[in-house]
């Protein structure tokens, strides 16, 4: 089990045990985190699961997957440390992980 | 006022087998789609992505999928009514009036809603004070690109669009390309286009920029954006396109007094009707225990709302259950010979 911490918009943090293997998105939809819509499911064909790397992560994470960068276009207000949750899969080496949630998805 | 058996809002994959479906069994009906092409998110989020779950096909494109679906409602010369929302849904003793963006109505005694994750609307910009400008001089579609003759035009987005648009509206106007990155996911060749037009002066291409403010008070004066390093520029414009792709909304259909369960519609398992009766909700929109998001699933609910609205369309019929293989009725229906 990896610790994700999530930050919603307002401020709230949810910090919870993800396991292995499974996505930062999925660790937030089996948790109902608010925030995290990921509407078309993790097949990187929308931007409904945007979220904000805070900084000292964003260089850690493995490299945005080949077509990422074109959803998060398309995404709600996208920064420079934006990805898509469904494209970050928890392993030990993402333990302590903290992502920020946009104001809104859609 | 049109009248059919039964309507399906969304022409995605479970739309048009559902519409088959009622075909087969001696229904008519009509589909409405807010799209302006059939096949829902198999056409507009990956239709070249390949899939490997519809039984008996190995394997195919979402477009070739949505073929092969429109392919099998050939016989059945269904009538579709794309780029038109259905905004209102109301009753009306035991049949449903229903209302589109178009101003288009049906009378029906069943609505089958098969609509994915919601219609799909244009991404706008996030920032409040856009609105108040919103199709007067800030547009995310053109429908008439001769407004923009002669005057300055903003493009934001890295996409198809805004680089096509660009290419198109830089002979007659004067254009500022906007994209958040210095990379583009246009095709190749309308990359290298925008390269071109920006060296030789005819667009002023501006990366790694994004929005952050805008002026003006009746009319739209000025843009404000701002780089990824801060730094701010501002300039005049007349126009602002968006082309930041599509996003789905549930839209209207949280308005029509339906169980919902965060954005989907809760059905029951027999019929896929809601807590409405005559409403009836297939695909990847409903949920009840056990639902999968898959398309085989969306067929199988499409098939069982079908025979639920043969009650409602005959009333005074009684359904029989007959295979493709050997019924007449149905082989007529498809306009195949029977031996």
């Known amino acids: ?37 990921a509407d078309c499911g993790g097949s990187m064909a929308c931007a409904t699961c945007h979220v904000y790397v805070k900084d000292d992560w964003y260089d850690k994470l493995d490299e945005k997957s080949e077509g990422e960068d074109d959803m998060i276009d398309q ?11 469904c494209q970050i899969t928890v392993s030990d080496k993402t333990d302590g992980l903290v992502v920020h949630l946009p104001e809104k998805q859609v | 006022m049109i009248k059919t058996d039964a309507l399906i809002i969304g022409a995605g994959p479970t739309g048009l087998f559902t519409a088959h479906q009622l075909k087969i069994i001696g229904l008519d009906c009509q589909i409405v789609d807010n799209l302006d092409k059939i096949g829902g998110q198999c056409i507009e989020l990956y239709p070249d992505k390949p ?15 949505t073929q092969n679906l429109i392919k099998q409602l050939e016989p059945f010369k269904i009538k579709f009514h794309l780029n038109e929302r259905v905004d209102e849904v109301k009753k009306d003793n035991n049949t449903w009036e229903v209302k589109t963006s178009n101003g288009t109505k049906f009378s029906t005694p069943n609505v089958i809603i098969a609509g994915g994750v919601g219609s799909f609307e244009p991404r706008k910009f996030s920032l409040k004070e ?83 403010g805008i002026g003006g008070s009746r009319n739209l004066e000025s843009v404000e954006i701002t780089h990824e390093n801060k730094e701010v520029k501002t300039f ?30 809760e059905v ?44 409602l369309a005959r009333p005074n019929e009684k359904y029989r259950f007959e295979f493709t293989t050997s019924s007449k009725t149905i082989k007529n229906r498809l306009g195949v010979k029977s031996d």
């Not at chain 1, 996208?78 to 949750?85: M, V």
């Not at chain 2, 602002?240 to 169980?259: C, K, R, V």
């Open chain 2, 130 to 212: 856009c609105e108040q400008f919103e199709n007067k001089s800030i547009f995310y579609s053109i429908k008439n690109k001769k407004i923009f003759e002669g005057k300055t035009v903003t493009i934001f987005g890295g996409g198809d669009s805004a680089l096509d648009w660009a290419v198109e509206l830089s002979k007659t106007s004067k254009v500022n390309l906007i994209h958040r990155r210095d990379e583009f996911r246009g095709a190749n060749a309308t990359v290298d286009k925008v390269h071109e037009l920006a060296k030789s002066g005819k667009i002023n291409l501006f990366t790694k920029y994004q929005l952050s």
């Open chain 1, 75 to 85: 995404a709600y207000e996208p920064k420079k440390n934006s990805r898509l949750s």
């Open chain 2, 236 to 265: 005049k414009t007349d126009y602002m396109l968006g082309f930041f792709g599509l996003i789905m909304q549930l839209g209207p259909i949280a308005n029509w007094g339906l169980n919902l369960d965060k954005k989907t519609i």
């Open chain 1, 1 to 37: 089990m990896t610790k994700i911490t999530y930050i919603e918009h307002n401020g709230k943090e949810h910090t919870i045990d993800v396991q292995n293997g499974l996505t930062v998105m999925e660790g937030a939809v089996q948790n109902d985190i608010p925030g995290i819509d």
């Open chain 2, 51 to 65: 899939i490997y779950d519809i039984p008996a096909i190995p394997e195919c494109t979402g477009e070739e999928l």
């Open chain 2, 268 to 311: 029951d398992t027999e019929k896929f009707e809601t807590n409405q009766k005559g409403i009836y909700a297939v695909g990847d929109i409903c949920t009840y225990p056990g639902k999968l998001k898959l398309i085989l699933s969306g067929f199988h609910e499409g098939a069982l709302a079908a025979r639920a609205c043969f009650k």
